[in-house]
């Protein structure tokens, strides 16, 4: 079954070192986003990227890298400038849009991050 | 720049009562989606149902359906029949028509449903 992979489920670093978060998908879908969720805050958007080797922030992107190397794989790095990295990480993917058809968001399982 | 607020942080039902969660947003455009999300405990995202702005009339899917007020800007969410499983957060979102799917979303109502 096609789906999103994100990896690990949870996620334990100390503070001042850099994390990479995985995200997998193989929906032959060309974009791909990162979506931060914090308590009582809905999700917020990091980065997203609608082509391999492309990629644009989102209203979040300070402290995060991200890469777009090959069309299944869409990593964040959590970076040590982040100043509040603890959080839930979404991973999502899509069809590019059309006038003939809009496909809908496919979200991953989700990371869940702790940096103490 | 578009915002989406729910004034209900949480929400409690009796089970197979009706229940019906609030949403409003804001924007300057005049063609645009609007979404209602599920996030069980699982913590997965579950699209429930999807309005586009240019259609009057209100999205259905089974037991979930919307009052939009396309006017007053405001996009609620009824249950019906409300099931244990239907317990979860809830969240609103918005997106405009083109582009990428970048998803503006309101804070989100736990919803609680009372056997």
């Known amino acids: 079954d096609g789906g999103i992979t994100q990896s690990p489920k949870y996620l334990f670093r100390k503070e001042g070192q850099n994390v990479t978060l995985s995200c997998e998908q193989n929906?032959?879908?060309?974009?791909m986003y990162w979506y931060r969720q914090d308590p009582g805050q809905g999700l917020r958007l990091i980065y997203y990227?609608?082509?391999?080797?492309?990629?644009q922030k989102g209203d979040i992107a300070e402290g995060y890298s991200v890469s777009r190397e090959k069309k299944e794989s869409f990593p964040l790095t959590v970076t040590s400038a982040q100043k509040n990295p603890t959080a839930f990480y979404l991973c999502?993917?899509?069809?590019?849009?059309?006038?003939?058809?809009?496909?809908?968001?496919?979200f991953g399982n989700g990371t869940r991050l702790t940096v103490t | 720049a578009q915002t989406v607020t729910q004034s209900q942080p949480e929400m409690s039902v009796q089970e197979a009562e009706t229940v019906t969660l609030s949403c409003t947003y804001d924007?300057?455009?005049?063609?645009?989606?609007l979404f209602w999300y599920k996030q069980p405990p699982s913590r997965q995202m579950i699209l429930v149902i999807r309005?586009?702005?240019?259609?009057?009339q209100n999205a259905t899917e089974n037991r979930f359906s919307v009052n939009f007020q396309k006017a007053a800007k405001s996009f609620s969410l009824k249950i019906s029949d409300s099931q244990l499983g239907d317990a979860a957060m809830y969240f609103c979102?918005?997106?405009?028509?083109?582009?990428?799917?970048?998803?503006?979303f309101g804070q989100g109502t736990r919803l609680t449903i009372n056997p």
């Open positions: 924007t300057s455009e005049s063609d645009y989606y």
């Open positions: 929906l032959n879908h060309d974009a």
């Open positions: 999502a993917s899509s069809k590019l849009w059309s006038y003939s058809e809009d496909s809908p968001l496919h």
């Open positions: 309005q586009e702005a240019y259609k009057q």
């Open positions: 990227s609608q082509i391999v080797n492309d990629f």
């Open positions: 979102a918005y997106r405009r028509i083109q582009g990428a799917q970048k998803l503006v």
